[in-house]
């Protein structure tokens, strides 16, 4: 990403169709914020304070928690995988012959269906925005920043020095980028597919959540009540 542009609308489509229901805000028509990340843009913290101010679910991490707890399986095992590709080699095979990375994928894919045809929520990472593609009314976000900046914010999270703030954030950006290729065949960065790509330098985490929560409040008015 370079460029001077901070914000990049790509699409607003969505039509209206939301209500609030007693004490727990339900829609007519699901709308599920799908947030992709670039590591170190801080896409979580943004996704919270989002998900807090329109008064729906966030989902992230927490899935793999969910599909362990429903299937029998370490939450620490699902872990390794998540977001990860497999090399077909080095990782853990089921007896069936099935890979853990892939069957992750599958049962992660089934969950988060069920959570979107349940409910509005916002969905951080996870490849949510390609497993939702068809049939669901998604708004899909990108949030970026330039590579020293994320450095900057790892190394302070984590209490890493700069060597090893810089190794973990390449390290995780070409995992997650292999991850969206391997099972969408697309590229992770493309402006295809994103109906809005933010600068994560240019903005607070609040500011971010601020423009988030405008487009969604004049895509669906009723967000607004």
Avoid at 94 to 114: H, V
Avoid at 144 to 166: N, S
Avoid at 182 to 202: H, Q
Wanted: proline share 1%.
């Amino acid at each position: 990403m370079t460029g001077a542009i901070n914000i990049i609308l790509l699409c607003t489509t969505h039509e209206n169709g939301i209500y609030r229901g007693k004490g727990v805000r339900k829609l007519s028509e699901k709308l599920i914020i799908n947030i992709g990340r670039k590591f170190g843009s801080e896409g979580h913290e943004i996704g919270r304070e989002l998900a807090e101010r329109l008064g729906i679910q966030i989902y992230d991490k927490d899935l793999l928690y969910k599909v362990a707890q429903r299937h029998g399986y370490e939450a620490n095992t699902l872990a390794e995988a998540d977001e990860r590709v497999s090399s077909h080699f080095l990782q853990p095979y089921f007896l069936s012959g099935e890979n853990l990375n892939d069957k992750l994928f599958q049962m992660q894919s089934e969950l988060i269906r069920e959570i979107a045809d349940r409910e509005s929520c916002v969905i951080v990472g996870r490849l949510a925005d390609y497993i939702l593609k068809d049939g669901y009314k998604c708004l899909n976000v990108f949030i970026y920043a330039p590579f020293d900046f994320r450095v900057g914010i790892i190394q302070k999270k984590h209490h890493l020095t700069i060597e090893d703030a810089r190794k973990l954030v390449k390290k995780m950006d070409a995992a997650r980028n292999s991850y969206y290729h391997y099972y969408s065949n697309g590229n992770w960065e493309e402006k295809d597919g994103k109906d809005l790509m933010l600068n994560r330098e240019k903005f607070t985490i609040t500011q971010c959540a601020n423009i988030l929560e405008t487009m969604i409040k004049n895509i669906n008015p009723d967000f607004s009540k």
